[in-house]
């Protein structure tokens, strides 16, 4: 299963008609697009168009170097310029946030609506021990090319029970060559909170209306970040889902897709409630 569309220089997932509402999915590290593959269907079934990009370097997309943070957002825009969408519902996980989020506090016309999960968007936040570990010169180089398949999947499976053999496929094809690999230490590397001093607030300010779904068992993301978001975010809901861990969307699929049309059915369907 391959992300076989192209916009922008990115490979793409897409379910449903584009003229039905667009929805924007954003994917996590160390996936791609293939982890919304139930939400897209899912999506797809309830009227929405739903597109989910590889960003540079993962999934299906190739490197387009370099892999930092501010340059994912600069190709996001380029694609979302291609493809016309918008305003869209957009749907963020981990990375997906960091980037998600900032492009929507820049560019507030073209989000309908938010879902957030398992990742954060505050200036004050810490790096957690592995991430921290990638953005050590030399110990980040040797961490990174020392990833094998067998590695990875031991690494995903262990702290994710839904993890299955298919997803590391697809999850492996960021690893594939060392340009990929050394992109993941330029976006993490990039990652400076202070960078988010500016947007500090600025997502609550916005009136849109938010989604927050996280998993309950999150080691990198703790469940009380949910309720940091729902508390800054006027009229946000929080869906925290039991027997779930960082990688909600790969662990629950089918809960995690339902919350997710369910809110996007009664808040950012066009016409009906905010």
């Known amino acids: 299963m391959s992300a076989a569309d192209r916009a922008a220089g990115l490979a793409y997932r897409q379910a449903g008609s584009p003229t039905d509402p667009p929805v924007l999915l954003l994917h996590g590290y160390p996936e791609s697009s293939y982890m919304w593959r139930e939400a897209l269907s899912a999506l797809a079934g309830a009227g929405w168009y739903a597109v989910a990009p590889d960003f540079a370097g993962y999934g299906d997309s190739e490197p387009d170097p370099p892999g930092s943070w501010e340059h ?6 380029r694609f979302v310029d291609e493809l016309g969408i918008g305003p869209a519902a957009l749907v963020t996980h981990d990375w997906g946030v960091m980037i998600g989020l900032r492009w929507t506090c820049d560019h507030p016309d073209r989000v309908s609506a ?4 398992d990742g954060g968007f505050f200036s004050d936040r810490r790096w957690h021990d592995l991430a921290n570990a990638m953005r050590t010169p030399e110990i980040g180089e040797r961490l990174i090319r020392g990833f094998t398949r067998e590695g ?3 690494a995903l499976q262990a702290i994710s ?25 330029e976006l ?5 909170f202070e960078k988010l001093a500016p947007y500090d607030g600025r997502i609550g300010t916005l009136g849109l209306p938010a989604l927050i779904l996280w ?6 993301a703790m469940v009380t970040m949910a309720e940091r978001y729902q508390s800054e975010l006027p009229g946000s809901e929080l869906v925290v889902l039991p027997d779930a861990g960082h990688f909600v969307w790969d ?3 089918g809960e995690a897709s ?10 950012a369907r066009p016409g009906g409630a905010g």
Do not use: C, Q
């Not at 993490?188 to 400076?192: A, I, L, N, Q, V």
């Not at 339902?258 to 808040?267: E, I, K, P, S, Y």
């Open 114 to 117: 938010l879902v957030v999960s």
């Open 152 to 154: 990875l999947a031991g």
């Open 72 to 77: 994912h957002i600069e190709m996001l825009e």
């Open 251 to 253: 662990d629950r699929p």
């Open 258 to 267: 339902a919350a997710l049309v369910d809110f996007l059915a009664r808040r």
């Open 215 to 220: 998993g309950e068992n999150d080691e990198f």
């Open 161 to 185: 029970p839904g993890m299955g053999g298919d997803a590391i496929d697809e999850y492996w094809k960021g690893f594939a060559d060392d340009t990929r690999r050394l992109g993941h230490l």
């Open 188 to 192: 993490y590397r990039s990652g400076d």
